[in-house]
């Protein structure tokens, strides 16, 4: 694990550009700050340590992609313990005893940056996996306090198109509606926004029928033509 976590630090230092460091922070209203090291260098310089660090078991996986992330001093090491989550290598250990890990992801970092990407491709993955399991967390989490955790749940979808659940979409909407918060609204139109790729009318008669914000359905009818 140390080996791991200091390989991560020493590629991210090589590969960073110090100079953008700050903008990159401001830009994402982060208190911990960046290396400065932009999305696709991070990538290749992890895609390699990843490979020369093997995990040997799902537990020890588990446990060292939440040490990265708590330890981290680096915002890019936080995305590396996402990227860790994901590492081809690990996709067989996509079940759900990964939902701890996630959840606490998510409930800490409690930002878009992190949030997204595990609801998107962590989450949503699950989802598809093991509807019968996710689909009432999904619900629970969209009635929770923690805005994170329904922006979470809100999102989990967004890679189904043809697969979504389209009951389960609304349903992890709704308690949400009367959020003022912007990245509530803006998650529901993001949301919303995918599934029109899909049925464009469909989402034009909800928005039409829902109270929604008009930064929600700014979102959503994005690339609805003449709506």
Known sequence: MNALREAIR???TVAAEPTKAEAMRAYMKS???????????RRAALKK???????LAAPEWRKTS???????????ERYAAIELTGYRYYRPWQTLYTLPMYEEMIVTGAWWDYVDDLAV???????????DTMRPLMLDW??????WKRRAAILSQNRFRHGTDLGLLYACIEPSLSDTDFFARKAIGWAL???AKVDPREVVR?????????????????NVPGA
Do not use: N, T
């Open 31 to 41: 208190d911990m700050p960046f290396l400065g090291v932009q999305a696709v260098p």
């Open 10 to 12: 020493q590629a991210l």
């Open 193 to 195: 926004r995918e599934y």
């Open 142 to 147: 969209s009635r929770a306090d923690d805005l």
């Open 121 to 131: 491709h962590r989450i949503g993955g699950l989802l598809a996996a093991f509807p």
């Open 66 to 76: 939440l040490a990265i992330w708590r330890a981290a001093e680096y915002r890019e």
């Open 49 to 55: 340590v990843f490979a020369h660090h093997r995990i």
């Open 206 to 222: 909800y928005v039409e029928h829902k109270g929604i914000s008009g930064l929600s359905r700014r979102e959503a009818l994005r």
